[in-house]
């Protein structure tokens, strides 16, 4: 599945777009949490609780939610490196690819976490950007778009060991599906493929 992109933008243009989302985004963030520290913890209900079907609508909200202040600034560096990166082929295609990834990570916490727990926080946001971003590349067989995999993985490689159960206090979980998400979401937003080159006139011998 391709996304269409308006035709004639510059990359000036695509990097401000890029960098005007993703700086209001992180806004938004921040600001969701002025908001709940404001109302003492009154957006905690829109966090996820596992395996209760009223939770199922919580998935998107969650992604937009943290556990204080100190959780938002752990997520906004690399949001914004990473959801930059990704903006720049084009900000529908990152739309899709972000939906695509609170979905599943929002339905992989709520599947799998433990009882009683509530989560929230753009932690599988951001392991879902890194693991598009790594493949791709690959995917799209584009030569820049595997260098740019290939620098977000010396500059976040680390990030893959937050996919294991080491931290009761963290949701391996959501970082895992968030992982898998973005991967598979390289694949179905691929770009679409190129039409072949006309032939020219044919020669008889």
């Known amino acids: 599945m391709a996304t269409a992109e308006p035709t004639g933008w510059s990359a ?111 932690s599988g946001v951001v392991f879902g950007l890194f693991g598009y971003l790594l493949v791709r590349g690959f995917v799209n067989r584009k ?7 290939v620098l977000v993985a010396a500059l976040y490689g680390s990030l893959i060991w937050g996919v294991l159960p080491t931290d009761a206090g963290i949701s391996w979980q959501g970082h895992l599906f968030g992982l898998l998400g973005g991967a598979g979401a390289a694949f179905l937003f691929r770009d679409p493929p190129r039409a072949p080159a006309a032939a020219g006139p044919g020669h008889g011998i």
Request: charged share 15%; hydrophobic share 55%.
């Open 143 to 149: 030569p820049l778009e595997v260098v740019v995999g």
């Open 12 to 122: 000036g243009a695509r990097a401000r777009a890029a960098a005007k989302l993703m700086l209001g985004w992180v806004a938004l963030l921040w600001t969701l949490e002025a908001l709940d520290l404001a109302t003492g913890g009154g957006l905690h209900t829109y966090g996820i609780t596992p395996r209760e079907p009223g939770e199922l609508r919580d998935i998107i909200p969650a992604a937009f939610l943290h556990h204080g202040f100190e959780h938002v600034a752990a997520n906004t560096v690399p949001l914004l490196i990473l959801g930059f990166l990704a903006a720049l082929s084009g900000v529908r295609r990152f739309l899709a690819v972000v939906a695509t990834v609170i979905v599943v990570s929002g339905f992989g916490i709520w599947l799998t976490s433990p009882d009683n727990s509530i989560t929230a926080g753009a």
